[in-house]
């Protein structure tokens, strides 16, 4: 059974910073193109972030310089770092994977897991 566990989520104030870890069982994450996608009640899916099989990194517009993605095969586990926190990030996020970072692949993915809250106060 795969399951895909987010954590590290919290309220932090605009301008501070969070960790997100993603850990996988019953999926090697490596073999995958692994991504992170938010939703807030009510709204899409957007796009976040995306390390593809070769860690090739893709940004959504609205994160670029401000989080980065990584992954730790070791410890079979995806990362994102996020700084620079506005309020407009407030939302949960989800970890999630599949074949490649195509263009939507937010859209795509499936979801396997709670998800962590972030909320930024101003």
């Known amino acids: 059974q795969v399951q895909l566990v987010e954590s590290g989520g919290g309220l932090v104030q605009a301008g501070g910073s969070l960790r997100l870890s993603c850990t996988a069982s019953g999926l090697t994450l490596e073999y995958f193109a692994t991504g992170w996608f938010r939703q807030a009640p009510g709204k899409e899916r957007e796009e976040v972030a995306c390390i593809s099989k070769d860690d090739a990194t893709y940004y959504g517009d609205s994160v670029k310089g401000r989080f980065t993605i990584s992954r730790d095969n070791a410890k079979n586990a995806v990362y994102l770092e996020m700084n620079g926190l506005k309020p407009g990030d407030t939302s949960v996020y989800h970890c999630?994977?599949?074949?490649?970072?195509?263009?939507?692949?937010?859209?795509?993915?499936?979801?396997w897991g709670q998800g962590t809250q972030v909320i930024v106060s101003s």
């Open positions: 999630t994977a599949g074949a490649a970072c195509y263009a939507g692949w937010w859209k795509d993915f499936g979801s």
